[in-house]
């Protein structure tokens, strides 16, 4: 299996632009996690999805930025317009359906964004 | 709120050593915690994941334990080498689908 795969993998882009981050999970994963890693905050969690429907959200600093998963091969998420403060690495996950307590999140390389 | 606090923030020790990171959260009432390695400019791969009714898990030269009702949990590296310099992060999974992340213990291990 070829793993989480993410594009752009770096994306340098001048505030005020939309950005596009797109990831595919691993095939059979029904669960996708897109999150951000700072230096000051560290990793969390922006939104997940089962099953391709948005379950949490609480994650999404503002309106700016939106999340996608149209179907079970692909998402995106989207910033726009952009800012300096947006500046990260965007990382996604997915994870297979699981019973009980096990739970295992597989990652992506990640997107390091740079917004001028 | 879950909180997850990693001590030290980083680490250099010799080649040999063996070495214990830190790792502990606010709310007992985690399904798991996961330990995560994560190399300079790549994204995160799991090296154990031990479930509430766990007390430890192994792995090769890797041993992760888990205090619930102290909320504590160490990782335990035997006989460290250079190759395991990397930020290891840990994170707990309460009842929804989240993870919670420290923010990483910096490993450097110097031959």
């Known amino acids: 299996d070829a793993g989480v795969i993410q594009s752009p993998r770096h994306e340098v882009t001048e505030m005020g632009q939309e950005v596009t981050l797109r990831c595919k999970p691993i095939?059979?994963?029904?669960?996708l996690f897109w999150y951000r890693q700072t230096m000051m905050r560290g990793l969390e969690l922006l939104i997940y999805?089962?099953?391709?429907?948005?379950?949490?959200d609480s994650g999404m600093p503002e309106d700016r930025f939106s999340a996608k998963m149209p179907n079970a091969s692909f998402s995106t998420l989207k910033i726009q317009p952009s800012e300096p403060r947006d500046s990260a690495v965007y990382f996604c996950?997915?994870?297979?359906?699981?019973?009980?307590?096990?739970?295992?999140?597989?990652f992506g390389p990640g997107t390091r964004l740079t917004v001028t | 709120k879950q909180e997850v606090t990693q001590i030290p923030a980083a680490l250099s020790v010799p080649e040999g050593e063996n070495l214990v990171l830190n790792c502990s959260f606010t709310?007992?009432?985690?399904?798991?915690l996961q330990w995560f390695r994560q190399d300079p400019g790549k994204g995160l791969t799991s090296l154990l994941l031990?479930?509430?009714?766990?007390r430890e898990q192994t792995s090769g030269r890797l041993n992760a334990s888990l205090d619930k009702s102290s909320g504590r949990s160490t990782l335990y590296i035997a006989a460290s080498q250079p190759g395991d310099s990397a930020t290891y992060l840990c994170?707990?999974?309460?009842?929804?689908?989240?993870?919670?992340f420290g923010k990483g213990t910096k490993l450097t291990v110097n031959p």
């Open positions: 996950a997915s994870s297979p359906y699981t019973t009980g307590y096990v739970y295992e999140q597989y």
């Open positions: 994170a707990v999974k309460g009842g929804s689908e989240k993870l919670v």
């Open positions: 031990i479930q509430s009714s766990q």
């Open positions: 709310d007992s009432a985690i399904y798991n």
């Open positions: 999805f089962n099953n391709n429907v948005p379950i949490d």
């Open positions: 095939s059979g994963h029904n669960s």
